[in-house]
C-alpha cells in the first residue's frame, strides 16, 4: 500500500515518527488504500499531544479542543490532520464530544470510530534506521478488512450508541454505501432507522456536505433510496415525500408514476454527474403536490409547477445552506425546465432561452431534461425535435449579441453620436436597438446602428 501514499504526505508521517511518537494512518484514507481507490484526505493519529506536534510543523494551526492539528500540504492547498489518541464522552448535542480525553494507545483511539470500515490503523516502518519507510503493520480490531471485503457497513461496537453520539453518521453510513456500493450491517440499519429523527441535530452545512456527496457517487439514486427507506428523507428533505401517492397518469401522456417515483427516477436517468444538477433534477417537480387540481375533465393538472417548484427548491437550499451560486443555479433549471422545444419557434425565442438561463447551463438543462423524459416512462432519451432544438441552440451559441454589451456600438457611441451626456437615456437607446438586433442579427453592424439611434 505504501507505493500509493504521496511523497509529501509520507514526509509528515516520518518526521512524527522520527521524533519518537507512535504515528498511524487511521479512518478513510486505510479504507481507500484497502480499496485501491483515489484517498481525498489523509487523517494520521498520534500519542503526542497537539503541543508537540506544534513544535514540529511550525506551519501548522490548531484551533479546536478535539486534538486535531492541520499541517499544510507542500505548496497544494490539502491539509493533513494530525490527531491525538483521544476518548471521547457525554454527546449532549448529539453531534460533538462534551468532554475528550487523551488517549494512551492506538485501540482505544479506533474504539471512538463510526463504522469498522473506518476503524482500522495503518503503520509504517522501517527494516533499518537508514532505509526508507517500507513495512506496515495493519490495526484491525474490529474485523474491519472483512467488512471491506464483504462490502458492508457495520457499526463499530453497539449501534445503539454510534448515532446518537453523533447524529451525522447517520448519513455516513449512506453516503458510503453509495460511494461504494456497500450494503449496510442488519443491526446498524434497524439503529440508522430508529434514530433517524436524529438528523435534525445537524446543522444544515454539515447534511448538505453529505447529501451533495451522496449525489456525487456512484449511485446517486441508490443513495436516495436509502435515505427514504432509513426514514432520514422525509427529515431532510420533507418536500419530496409529499409527492408520495400524488398521480400523474393523463391519458395520452407517458407518466406511469407518482410524482416522488418520477422525481427520483429523474435523478437516475439524469445523464450529468453534477451533484448540483442531479439535485436540481430531484427536486424539478417538488412544486407539483402544491398546485394539483384536477381539470374540467377530473384529471390532474400540475399549472406553474415549475415556479412553485423553484421557489420550494430555494427555502431547501436555504435551509441547507447552500451558496448564492448553487442555490440559483437550482433555482434556474427547476424553474425553466418546461422548456419548449417547438420546431416553429424563432431564432430570436432561442436566444431568449439562452439568455434566460445563461450560457453555462445550457448543457445542464439539457441533461435534466433528458432524466425527466427518461425518469417519465419515455424509452429514448431525446425526441426527434430536443434532437432538433440542441442543434439550434449550438447554432446560436456561437458569437452572436446575447446581451447588449455584445452590440457594435455602446455608449460612448450614443454619447458622441447623439451629443447628449450621461444619463438614463442612454440605456433605453441600447435596449432597444439590442431588441432590434435580437431578432434580425444582421443588423448588428456599425452603421446601421449609428444611424438607427438617430430615429429611436
Known amino acids: ?24 494512518f487511521v479512518g478513510g484514507c486505510v479504507r481507500n488504500l484497502l480499496l485501491e481507490k483515489k484517498v481525498k484526505d489523509w487523517d494520521l493519529t498520534t500519542n503526542a499531544a497537539p ?24 505548496n497544494t492547498k490539502g491539509v493533513v490532520e494530525i490527531t491525538t489518541f483521544r476518548t471521547e464522552h457525554g454527546f449532549s448535542d448529539k453531534r460533538r464530544p462534551d468532554k475528550v480525553s487523551w488517549g494512551k494507545s492506538i485501540e482505544e483511539d479506533l474504539a471512538r470510530r463510526d463504522f469498522t470500515v473506518n476503524a482500522i490503523a495503518l503503520k509504517l516502518s522501517r527494516p533499518k ?29 453497539d449501534p445503539k450508541k454510534r448515532f446518537k453520539e453523533d447524529a451525522l453518521r447517520l448519513l455516513r453510513a449512506i453516503r458510503i454505501a453509495s460511494e461504494y456500493g456497500f450494503t449496510i450491517e442488519e443491526n446498524t440499519w ?78 437516475k436517468y439524469c445523464p450529468s454527474k ?6 436540481s433534477a430531484l427536486l424539478h417537480d417538488v412544486g407539483k403536490p402544491k398546485v394539483a387540481k384536477n381539470d374540467e375533465e377530473g384529471l390532474i393538472i400540475f399549472h406553474n409547477h415549475e415556479i412553485a417548484g ?47 438561463i445563461g ?19 419515455t424509452q429514448t432519451a431525446e425526441s426527434w425535435r430536443l434532437k432538433l432544438f440542441k442543434k439550434r441552440v449550438e447554432e446560436q451559441l456561437k458569437p452572436k449579441p446575447f446581451s447588449i454589451n455584445d452590440l457594435a456600438v455602446d455608449g460612448n457611441d450614443i454619447m458622441k453620436e447623439l451629443n447628449i451626456k450621461p444619463g438614463p437615456k442612454i440605456g433605453e437607446i441600447l435596449q432597444k436597438l439590442f431588441e432590434e438586433v435580437d431578432e434580425d442579427l444582421s443588423k448588428n453592424n456599425k452603421e446601421y446602428l449609428l444611424k438607427r439611434m438617430h430615429e429611436i
Open 1 to 24: 500500500m505504501i507505493e500509493y501514499i504521496p511523497q509529501e504526505i509520507l514526509a509528515i508521517y516520518k518526521k512524527v515518527q522520527d521524533s519518537g511518537f507512535d504515528v498511524y
Open 51 to 74: 503541543e508537540q506536534i506544534l513544535k514540529l510543523f511550525g506551519n501548522g494551526f490548531y484551533d479546536n479542543k478535539f486534538g486535531t492539528v492541520g499541517v499544510p500540504i507542500g
Open 129 to 157: 534506521d537508514d532505509q526508507p519507510l517500507a513495512e506496515t503493520n495493519i490495526v484491525d480490531p474490529y474485523e474491519g478488512q472483512k467488512d471491506i471485503k464483504a462490502k458492508i457497513i457495520r457499526a463499530v461496537g
Open 190 to 267: 434497524e439503529e440508522i432507522q430508529k434514530d433517524a429523527p436524529l438528523i435534525k441535530h445537524v446543522s444544515g452545512e454539515r447534511v448538505r456536505v453529505e447529501l451533495l456527496r451522496i449525489l456525487g457517487a456512484e449511485y446517486p439514486y441508490d443513495g436516495i433510496m436509502l435515505l427514504r427507506n432509513a426514514n432520514l428523507l422525509e427529515n431532510i428533505i420533507p418536500e419530496l415525500i409529499e409527492g408520495i401517492d400524488v398521480s400523474q397518469v393523463r391519458p395520452g401522456r407517458h407518466h406511469t408514476s407518482d410524482v416522488f417515483t418520477h422525481n427520483l427516477l429523474s435523478l
Open 274 to 279: 453534477d451533484p448540483i444538477v442531479r439535485f
Open 310 to 356: 423553484a421557489r420550494l427548491a430555494k427555502d431547501i437550499c436555504d435551509r441547507l445552506k447552500f451558496s448564492k451560486k448553487e442555490k440559483e443555479k437550482v433555482y434556474t433549471l427547476i424553474r425553466w425546465h418546461m422548456f419548449t422545444v417547438d420546431e416553429k419557434i424563432t431564432d430570436s425565442a432561442v436566444r431568449r432561452f439562452i439568455r434566460r
Open 359 to 377: 450560457v453555462e447551463n445550457v448543457k445542464d438543462m439539457m441533461d435534466l431534461r433528458i432524466g425527466d423524459r427518461l425518469g417519465g416512462g
